[in-house]
């Protein structure tokens, strides 16, 4: 199952940032993100990754509220300036059997 993310965040290629990522639609009304979410930049290495989790409390995404356990966050740094990274984000629901669910984003590095 495919995520299909509209927006493309921006970052300076000098600071890092918090990424945030709705599986909302993904889930079904019971169900919510649950192991170890995934993050990863996909056909270069410019970027760094981090603190790759599983939202833990409801938050605003695109201006729609988001409960806990239905997004996936991470912190981006590095890249070049006038570049359009392409990212992919995996979550895994707590379904049974769990589900992975992979959402296909792009940043653009300012």
């Known amino acids: 199952m495919g995520v299909k993310v509209l927006q493309i965040p921006q970052k300076d290629a000098d600071g890092e940032r918090w990424a945030s990522v709705s599986f ?3 889930l079904d009304d019971v ?16 970027l760094t ?12 995404i695109n201006g729609e509220t988001v409960a806990a356990g239905k ?6 740094s ?9 990212l992919q984000v995996i979550g895994y629901s707590n379904s049974s059997p769990n589900q992975k669910i992979v959402a296909d984003l792009k940043l653009e590095v300012t």
């Open 49 to 60: 990754i981090a603190n790759v989790a599983n939202s833990t409390s409801s938050m605003e």
């Open 78 to 86: 590095g890249g070049t300036a006038g570049t359009v990274y392409d």
């Open 24 to 26: 909302l639609y993904a």
């Open 31 to 46: 169900e919510s993100l649950t192991g170890t979410p995934e993050a990863t930049e996909v056909g270069t290495t410019d």
């Open 71 to 76: 997004a996936v966050r991470f912190t981006i």
